[in-house]
């Protein structure tokens, strides 16, 4: 019997579109603000063992290399599997098993063959720049709305009282703190909604993670 495909839980019900710290809210804001450091790695470590096995592929110095690289691409997916299913909600068909082979070069080899490594290569290829666009929306979203929120608590440390707008002008009159927290109140209650819009990004990348 074949393993269930990549299912994803129910969006946010009831009073959790209304808290902005709801815990599925923070639990997605947590995958989102992970994923650029998770990036960064990815990317760099699955480019420079790609691009060294390849340029060596005609050694027998690169076909190691490129095998090590994809069977460490497949062994990293296995955490990005388990960060999705604890913070994200998602649930993966089983992994394939790894191709078998019975000779040292067959062993040697069957990365190359294996479907899933070379999935998981593009995952990680792919996260940077992904991962910098969902990390960047996360963290301006809520750093805007702590930021309105909060500023007429601690404008009065700032010059003029407030912050600059424009050239010559300071928002600092207590009926413009006030609008800006506000602002605050309303952006906060819009986090859950945002958060999960945008995740969806990441639960799409998440589809080369399953198996097939």
Do not use: K
């Not at 650029?36 to 050694?59: D, I, R």
């Not at 999705?84 to 909600?89: D, E, I, K, P, Y």
């Not at 050239?167 to 800006?180: E, H, I, V, Y």
């Amino acid at each position: 019997m074949s393993s269930p495909p990549l299912t994803v839980n129910a969006r946010p019900q009831g009073s959790e579109w209304l808290r902005p710290l709801a815990g599925r809210t923070v639990r997605e804001s947590g995958y989102l603000l992970l994923d650029l450091p998770v990036g960064v790695v990815g990317f760099s470590v699955m480019v420079t063992a790609l691009a060294t096995g390849v340029s060596l592929a005609f050694t027998l110095v690169g076909v190691p290399v490129l095998a090590g690289a994809l069977v460490l691409a497949r062994s990293a997916a296995r955490l990005e599997r388990a960060r999705a299913r604890a913070l994200l909600g998602v649930s993966f068909a089983a992994l394939p098993a790894r191709v078998s082979a019975a000779s040292s070069i067959a062993r040697l080899l069957a990365p190359l063959r294996d479907p899933a490594a070379w999935r998981a290569s593009g995952y990680f290829l792919l996260m940077l720049p992904i991962g910098t666009l969902t990390f960047s929306a996360a963290a301006a979203w809520w750093g805007s709305g702590l930021f309105l929120l909060t500023l007429p608590a601690w404008a009065w440390t700032l010059p003029h009282g407030g912050p600059q707008i424009g050239d010559a002008s300071w928002w600092s009159a207590p009926w413009q703190l006030a609008a800006a927290s506000v602002a605050g109140i309303l952006l906060l209650a819009a986090t859950p909604f945002v958060i999960h819009a945008v995740t969806r990004a990441d639960r799409t990348l998440l589809r080369l993670l399953d198996a097939r």
